[in-house]
């Protein structure tokens, strides 16, 4: 999935609610977060373990962070990540 915020996913529904109904499919073990700014996934993965989704693992593989300029057509690293925040999963 990729995601607009840490908590909408790029189509605007919501995170908790993708993560719950793939929880309920047996065979789903996994879930990706893709295509989507370091600064939203600490959030996202919070908000699946407060969601007490049943999955065995995410994949997690964000962009760059960086920000598309529409003037001048190309991306640009902001240089706000540094890290990728620690989850509480008690």
């Known amino acids: 999935m990729l995601f607009q915020d840490g908590e909408h996913t790029g189509s605007g529904d919501s995170f908790v609610e993708a993560i719950r109904a793939a929880s ?5 073990k996994f879930v990706g977060i893709n295509c989507t700014s370091p600064l939203y996934v600490t959030e996202l993965l919070q908000r699946a373990v407060d969601a007490n989704a049943t999955l065995e693992r995410f994949i997690i ?5 960086e920000t598309y300029d ?3 057509k190309r ?5 706000d990540i ?6 509480n999963t008690s």
């Open 82 to 87: 540094e890290e990728l925040g620690s989850i």
């Open 70 to 72: 529409p003037e001048s």
């Open 75 to 79: 991306y640009a690293y902001n240089g």
């Open 24 to 28: 309920s499919i047996r065979n789903v």
């Open 61 to 65: 593989y964000p962009n760059g962070g």
